[in-house]
């Protein structure tokens, strides 16, 4: 099969999940950083904010995943920029994935404590995600 339309697939596919786990990421530091006693409203609308993206952000991943892996012909580990970009990409996903499904099962139920370790995985996952996107510009780009 034709490599072009996976790359294609892949380019259009990598960017939702990666900028939709930022958007969670900042949904949710908003509404930690809004004060619970003044406006419990728009708390609860930067968390539900945060969580639609990243439910979306986690779906959207494993069509980036699929098309990268047609790519890559099943290379799970690759040399160079390759390997580079799935030493980051790998644990990025599980975590988005990770992340999606404590969320799934936590609801609001989560202990602040608990919310504020989700927030720390969420902020690593963040940065793995970027930095997969960044060796993936670097496997475009120089090949």
Sequence with gaps: MDNQIWLKMHGGTTHFPI???MASLLFDLGGEWV???KDKSRRASLRAAGYYALMLGALGSFGAVFSGLMISH???RGVGN???HHLYLWPAFALLV???VWRLLAGDSASRRAFKF???VSFVAAILCGAAGYWGGELVMNG
């Design 82 to 84: 390759l390997a580079r």
């Design 19 to 21: 900028a939709l786990m």
């Design 118 to 120: 989700y927030l720390g």
């Design 74 to 76: 099943w290379q799970l």
């Design 35 to 37: 004060p619970e006693n």
């Design 98 to 100: 990770g992340l999606a």
